[in-house]
């Protein structure tokens, strides 16, 4: 599985004081053209890091996009 491209899946979430909530999954592309929001966080576009709970912020996701 090719997990840099533009269509690997990513769950984005919102972090606020009551804790993370998810907003929904998408590719990375669709992750990130949503606003610029610091309260969002994604999970890391590698499966296996994402099932252990790794997120990235934006800044992060766009250099996997970029770099990879």
């Known amino acids: 599985?090719?997990?840099?491209?533009?269509k690997s899946i990513v769950e984005v979430s919102v972090d606020s004081?009551?804790?993370?909530?998810?907003?929904?999954i998408m590719n990375m592309r669709q992750a990130l053209d949503l606003?610029?929001?610091?309260?969002?966080?994604?999970?890391?576009?590698?499966?296996?890091k994402a099932a252990a709970g790794v997120v990235v912020s934006r800044r992060e996701l766009e250099r996997f996009l970029t770099c990879h």
């Open 17 to 24: 004081a009551a804790g993370r909530k998810a907003l929904g």
């Open 35 to 48: 606003p610029d929001l610091p309260s969002l966080t994604y999970t890391h576009p590698d499966p296996r």
């Open 1 to 6: 599985m090719d997990t840099t491209s533009s």
